[in-house]
């Protein structure tokens, strides 16, 4: 076991790492921060209110996140954008969930589409979103993530 992953196993031995949100909503970054921060699998939760924040976020935190929720109507980068932005970089493969107030033709099969060894797409959910949705989507984007860096 490498120092990340020592560093990422909590007191079960259950492995732990780090969720990014991605939302210009306040208050729906916020409780889905909240929410998340508190899911056995995960060390901690943040927030960003806009791609810019998130690029700084994945700088500061690297291999650290493992799943990104990415809003994808916000002010300046939409939330399709970046990840294609991601899909296209080198670096530890992330999992990546969509989330959007209303799913515009063809989004979710340009999202799902634009995987890559780095982006792993999960799914598309749409606001408001349900915990008891969103929260197998989170073990399967963890699991898969963590498939994949296992590989590598």
């Known amino acids: 076991m490498c120092f990340?992953?020592?560093?990422?196993?909590?007191?079960?031995?259950?492995?732990?790492?780090?969720?990014?949100?991605?939302?210009?909503?306040?208050?729906?970054?916020?409780l889905l921060v909240e929410a998340l921060?508190?899911?056995?699998?995960?060390?901690?939760?943040?927030?960003?209110?806009?791609?810019?924040?998130?690029?700084?976020?994945?700088?500061?935190?690297?291999?650290?996140?493992?799943?990104?929720?990415l809003d994808h109507f916000m002010p300046g980068v939409r939330?399709?954008?970046f990840a294609g932005e991601l899909a296209a970089e080198e670096g530890e493969p992330v999992a990546v969930i969509m989330i959007t107030g209303s799913l515009l033709d063809g989004m979710e099969a340009a999202f799902l589409g634009c995987g890559s060894e780095r982006l792993l797409p999960i799914a598309v959910l749409?606001?408001?979103?349900?915990?008891?949705?969103?929260?197998?989507?989170v073990a399967?984007?963890?699991?898969?993530?963590?498939?994949?860096?296992?590989r590598n």
């Open 4 to 30: 990340l992953d020592r560093m990422m196993a909590n007191r079960n031995g259950k492995m732990q790492g780090e969720v990014l949100v991605v939302d210009d909503h306040d208050a729906v970054r916020e």
């Open 37 to 69: 921060g508190v899911h056995e699998e995960i060390a901690g939760a943040f927030g960003a209110k806009d791609v810019s924040a998130a690029r700084r976020l994945l700088r500061e935190r690297g291999a650290r996140i493992e799943l990104i929720l």
């Open 79 to 81: 939330g399709l954008d």
């Open 126 to 137: 749409r606001k408001p979103i349900l915990l008891n949705q969103l929260f197998p989507l």
């Open 140 to 150: 399967e984007g963890l699991a898969r993530v963590r498939a994949a860096r296992r």
